[in-house]
């Protein structure tokens, strides 16, 4: 099984509010991803945690907030938000063991709209 | 820095036929991956292959595989017999095995099936 599942699908937020976006997979895997995708374009990477500890932060506004709560959860809250941060956005998981393969498997995705 | 180059913005193909999208990469390392990732409408990045670079016998998935010439720095994807549930976006992707590794992405091909 090879699945990741990402909470809610869709998401439509005013810029003062508060929201979380939820992802989660029971496959084992020790490393968990967040990437902003605009519309055509690549994935950008946003945050990666690995075994529940934050080990990269691309330089991401403090507006968004990465939470690992525990290995098969990671949570991305939102806050203050600006339209340009509108996007899909994906969580992505992968082995986590040092040297091994790193493949990566993505969930839905959430789709954010920022009024 | 590693880069990921897909120089086909779109590619047509006929049902049933047989289409090939490029992708070229730029990297100093000697030890990485390489893989497909397929992105239909319904936005879920989905593996589509994955390649070793230390291994030459080029990757096979069903009626996908790869055209891997590492020295030339090169990996295609053929797609054999299309279906219309192929048309999607391509991302051609790299990961090499070191610390604070990345997935780099390619800008990606659009594959359009027609009848």
């Known amino acids: 099984d090879t699945e990741v599942t990402q909470t809610p699908k869709h998401l439509v937020m005013g810029m003062t509010n508060k929201k979380s976006l939820k992802c989660e997979q029971h496959?084992?895997?020790?490393?968990m991803y967040w990437y902003k995708q605009k519309a055509k374009k690549p994935p950008e990477l946003m945050f990666v945690y690995s075994y529940e500890k934050l080990s990269i932060n691309e330089s991401v506004p403090s507006r968004f907030s990465p939470e690992c709560p525990n290995s098969s959860l990671l949570n991305l809250h939102l806050h203050a938000l600006q339209p340009e941060d509108s996007a899909l956005y994906l969580c992505a998981s992968s082995q986590g063991s040092t040297g091994g393969q790193e493949t990566q498997y993505f969930g839905p995705g959430t789709r954010l709209l920022v009024l | 820095a590693q880069t990921v180059t897909q120089s086909q913005p779109e590619m047509s193909v006929q049902e049933a036929e047989t289409v090939t999208l490029s992708c070229t990469y730029d990297t100093s390392e000697s030890d990485y991956y390489l893989f497909w990732y397929k992105q239909p409408p319904s936005r879920q990045m989905i593996l589509v292959i994955r390649q070793e670079a230390y291994k030459q016998q080029n990757a096979t998935e069903n009626r996908f595989s790869v055209n891997f010439q590492k020295a030339a720095k090169s990996f295609s994807l053929k797609i054999s017999d299309s279906q219309l549930g192929d048309a999607a976006m391509y991302f051609c992707?790299?990961?090499?095995?070191?610390?604070?590794?990345?997935?780099?992405f390619g800008t990606g091909t659009r594959l359009q099936v027609t009848l």
């Open positions: 496959m084992g895997h020790r490393a």
């Open positions: 992707a790299y990961w090499y095995t070191g610390t604070a590794s990345k997935l780099t």
